[in-house]
């Protein structure tokens, strides 16, 4: 009974799976698992760099004196035009950007990652601007809102950064005619953070974080699985090389 227990060890071949066999299976599993992950990694590149953004921009009363409402009120008095390129995308008073634009409804989706430049002026109307005004200042800022989908109608997260950081309009001591011009560049990235999205949805505009979500980068998936690959080749390499030594077998 020892000796059967023992017959592999002991002079004869064991004819079932041996060592360099496990090598090159093992090896072979570890490329095949490897090119599936690199698939499913690429779909989901492939998902996100044909991602389409939708932006809605709005304008946010921060401080000011008088209040909204009140004789001598800036944020319902200045008109406000927003353009990029030849496309009008608002033109109005301050407080009509209270309810937010879709930016997009006017030139279409926008490549993630690729900037949308748009060029504002703030003015103040001459004749329609009495002594009322005399001594009142406002703060107001840009708020922009974005919505990623798949081709698929399939949301995914996204983060926005805008150029300046610093969106705030600080007006005060103005005279009546007076301009104030400037550029916004805004940049939506899709990211594989979650977003957490409101329940209450903001009337003519996306679903929208009240503060910008921090992202993080996409995930890096071909290099993990090109580790995986070049371990398995070489597996299956060593595998075949033991296959080739045959073993001097002795007797005892």
Request: glycine share 12%; charged share 20%.
């Amino acid at each position: 009974m020892f000796q059967k227990l023992l017959k592999p060890y002991t002079g004869q071949k064991y004819k079932g799976i041996n060592g360099p066999s496990v090598l090159i299976i093992t090896g072979v599993l570890l490329v095949l698992l490897s090119m599936a992950v690199t698939y499913l990694g690429l779909g989901y590149t492939y998902a996100v760099e044909r991602a389409s953004v939708s932006l809605g921009l709005g304008q946010q009363w921060v401080a000011g004196n008088p209040e909204p409402g009140q004789p001598g009120d800036l944020f319902n008095q200045l008109k406000l035009t927003v353009k990029t390129g030849d496309t009008v995308l608002y033109d109005g008073k301050l407080s009509g950007l209270e309810e937010p634009v879709d930016v997009t409804d006017l030139i279409g989706p926008i490549t993630p990652g690729q900037p949308l430049s748009m060029d504002y002026e703030v003015y103040l109307p001459g004749r329609e601007t009495g002594n009322e005004f005399q001594g009142s200042y406002l703060v107001t800022k840009f708020i922009v809102y974005a919505k990623c989908m798949t081709e698929e109608d399939e949301e995914i997260p996204c983060t926005i950064s805008t150029e300046p950081e610093d969106i705030l309009f600080d007006l005060g001591n103005l005279n009546p005619g007076d301009r104030y011009r400037g550029e916004l560049k805004v940049t939506v990235k899709v990211s594989d953070e979650y977003i957490e999205i409101p329940d209450e949805e903001i009337p003519g505009g996306p679903k929208i974080p009240d503060e910008e979500i921090p992202g993080g980068p996409l995930p890096k998936t071909g290099e993990g699985s090109s580790h995986f690959t070049a371990i398995g080749f070489a597996m299956v390499v060593m595998g075949f090389i033991l296959k080739g030594i045959k073993p001097r077998y002795g007797s005892v």
